[in-house]
């Protein structure tokens, strides 16, 4: 049957290529060409936000056009652009008209901030011309920066982890602000070239609540979507410099375990990250002995679900350009996860435990406009304490541009080493895959079709993975398509995998309704279906199927309710409070469940988000209800309170629970130079309370300060278990 479904889908796709291709050939011969030519100036420009007599002489593009709450008119709040560029640099200025009173919505002076959430102006800017692969450099009106890398088209937004060096400034006046910007050619990745770069200006305006770009983009579309950009001509194509940065780091931290009467150890640490463009659009990155003490803690869940979490990766080296390796597969069928790298688990359900890496290394970039390419190797250190023996993970990846904006790409994975997890006879585990992205010329449609095989010393039957999905996107419908297929013997171990051995299916349609309304913008219908079964479609494993409804008001606010059925088999026993206390026994049990979810104005200082789920759960019944409360005082930042109870009632001789977690967090920037983020969380759960506060002081561009405390308490008695002290400066020296 999983051959049978793969067939069925590689027709389904093939077939959709030739509707594809008549329709995006259709459109382009109906489309607007929305250029802008550039001009060479020799003067550099005083980055200062204020307009110079330059700039008199540059054009000017002006009639941005409105993508939300309409997507039909010009921006009621207009916008004006200006760019130019150097030999070695790209200049621009943004004005930014405002003709309503009121406040700025900031959510902080941080930089990297929640540009959905924040009033800015930005540059999408494509220079392989490819519509896949981008940047984004933005700034809200008090001169903070944000930059990030666009994957994917663009379609699911912007990566903030993706830092370099580039110079912003900005000014206000009563009906205008201003942003100055230049980007150093040497901080983009790209090869000289003729062709036209592709690029959008895109600003959120959330005093009037209003998006607009200056090449249009439709409501139902994000404004990082590299579907819809307008072309920036060079007359003389701009020649990338040299790219070598160096960023050393040193550290100390001090740890205490008081599990062991208190026992303390310092460890001072040195290392260096270094960066360096091999060619001008295919970067190497080397670190030698990172250390992440920086890095914040994971915030925790109260875990209810059968399999494992996801916990996404935050440690910068393993982030930028991670895109390449992790856009291969889906979420949840994974062949590569870097978090799995330094992080050893001596069986499926202990606590992981952290190894140091001596070294790893990193090429990423575009051969040309058509090949992309990855490869990454990072070896771990043996520990004697934990039995861990050394290992070696390595990945390899390569794109190659297809039709308009899709792509076929493949991806090898490798651990090597001896004794993983005590098995001396599992010295290594690959992954093969094969992966087919498509994305249409207009943003219509989307989806994947991937096959990943492993290989393991003792190869089994059953060892693969494979899945489709598409989805057409219009402004009223979106469909979505998706089947998956995990074999048996399917683990790989450099992946993240929890559920193997079944067949999904997961189709759902989306309406949308646009109302002539001064109080919603839209209201939308979604019906869900997500099937697990034997891999023989015989028998149902799991089921959830929901009807849901949302209505997105004018002002940002949401109100949404749902119901749905579950359907759940239990081949093993399992405590459904996620205690493993009493677990039921295996069997089948039905059950349905209603829910609700507010969200307040978020551009209002103070903001409320309420869910509640109540229904039948297992045998018994559940009450779920979770509660958010915001207020930020801008531009300083913000400090939100959360707290979820689960209600768990099960029939004797079964043990009911309540199970809590609280969650207090405050983000707070008294300049755009430093930072500070604290949060303390409890999960009764597990019993354990924590409490991390992480300064950062960028004392020059790139280059940081970092001082770090961290303390795990035992909630029952207020115990303390572990306490970390971490002190860590690194500078970025450009070559």
Request: hydrophobic share 35%; proline share 5%.
């Amino acid at each position: 049957m999983p051959l049978k479904s793969f067939v069925i889908s590689v027709l389904c796709f093939v077939s959709s290529f030739q509707l594809l291709q008549s329709l995006e050939d259709s459109l382009s011969q109906q489309g607007l060409n929305y250029s802008y030519t550039m001009t060479k100036i020799f003067t550099p420009i005083v980055i200062d936000g204020i307009k110079d007599s330059l700039w008199n002489s540059i054009p000017t593009a002006q009639y941005f056009y409105q993508s939300f709450p309409f997507d039909s008119s010009f921006a009621r709040q207009q916008t004006y652009l200006s760019l130019a560029y150097s030999d070695d640099k790209l200049y621009g200025i943004i004005y930014c008209k405002e003709s309503v009173d009121g406040e700025f919505v900031i959510q902080s002076l941080r930089r990297d901030f929640d540009n959905m959430r924040s009033d800015n102006v930005g540059i999408l800017l494509d220079p392989m011309g490819t519509q896949t692969n981008g940047f984004m450099f933005a700034s809200n009106p008090y001169g903070v920066q944000y930059e990030g890398f666009i994957a994917q088209g663009g379609a699911f937004g912007a990566a903030a982890n993706w830092d370099n060096v580039w110079y912003c400034e900005t000014s206000q006046s009563d009906s205008l602000w201003i942003v100055e910007f230049s980007i150093p050619f040497n901080s983009l990745r790209f090869e000289k070239s003729s062709r036209p770069w592709k690029f959008n200006v895109v600003r959120q305006n959330l005093r009037v609540n209003e998006t607009s770009s200056f090449k249009p983009i439709p409501r139902t579309f994000r404004l990082t979507n590299l579907a819809f950009t307008g072309s920036l001509v060079f007359p003389d194509p701009p020649k990338p410099g040299m790219n070598l940065s160096l960023i050393p780091y040193a550290i100390t931290t001090q740890t205490f375990d008081y599990t062991h009467n208190g026992e303390s150890k310092n460890k001072p640490s040195i290392g260096i990250d270094i960066k360096y463009g091999i060619t001008p659009s295919l970067n190497l990155d080397v670190t030698i002995n990172p250390d992440f003490s920086q890095v914040n803690v994971d915030q925790q869940v109260t875990n209810l679900d059968r399999f494992s979490i996801f916990f996404p990766e935050q440690r910068q080296f393993f982030l930028e350009n991670s895109d390449l390796f992790a856009s291969f597969g889906f979420s949840r069928i994974r062949p590569f996860f870097s978090r799995q790298i330094g992080l050893y688990q001596p069986s499926l359900n202990a606590r992981p435990l952290q190894t140091s890496i001596p070294f790893g290394a990193r090429v990423t970039g575009n051969i040309n406009d058509e090949w992309r390419v990855g490869a990454m190797s990072v070896q771990t250190n043996s520990n004697d304490d934990i039995n861990y023996s050394a290992q070696n993970y390595s990945v390899f990846a390569v794109q190659k541009l297809l039709f308009d904006r899709s792509n076929i790409g493949g991806i090898f994975v490798n651990r090597q080493g001896d004794n993983y997890r005590g098995d001396s006879t599992n010295n290594f585990n690959r992954i093969v895959g094969l992966d087919y992205n498509l994305a249409s010329a207009d943003g219509h449609w989307m989806g994947k079709l991937f096959y990943h095989h492993m290989f393991a010393p003792d190869n089994k039957t059953d060892q693969f993975a494979t899945a489709g999905w598409l989805q057409y996107t219009s402004p009223n419908v979106t469909v979505n398509w998706n089947h998956e297929y995990i074999g048996e013997n399917y683990t790989p171990e450099v992946g993240f995998v929890p559920r193997n051995n079944v067949f999904r299916l997961e189709p759902s349609i989306e309406f949308a309704f646009f109302p002539n309304s001064t109080l919603i913008n839209n209201h939308k219908l979604l019906v869900y279906n997500n099937t697990y079964t034997t891999k023989d479609l015989n028998q149902v494993l799991d089921r959830m199927v929901e009807v849901s409804y949302l209505a997105n008001f004018q002002n940002s606010a949401q109100f949404s309710f749902w119901g749905n059925h579950t359907f759940t088999r239990l081949y093993f026993p399992f405590d459904p409070t996620g205690r493993n206390i009493s677990p039921l026994p295996i069997g089948e049990y039905e059950y349905a469940t209603v829910g609700s979810l507010i969200n307040t104005n978020f551009r209002e200082p103070f903001s409320v988000s309420v869910l509640s789920t109540y229904g039948e759960y297992f045998n018994g019944t559940r009450l779920l209800y979770n509660g958010s409360a915001t207020y930020r005082f801008q531009p300083k930042g913000s400090i939100t309170a959360f707290i979820e109870q689960n209600h768990i009632n099960l029939p004797e001789p079964y043990e009911s629970a309540l199970l809590t977690l609280m969650r207090v967090s405050l983000e707070y920037s008294p300049s755009k130079e430093v930072f500070v983020n604290a949060f303390t969380q409890y999960v009764s759960q597990t019993d354990f309370m924590n409490l991390n506060i992480r300064v950062q002081w960028r004392f020059a561009p790139m280059s940081d300060v970092f001082f770090v405390y961290t303390d795990t308490f035992r909630a029952k008695n207020v115990s303390i278990l572990t306490r970390g002290i971490a002190l860590r400066l690194n500078y970025w020296f450009n070559v």
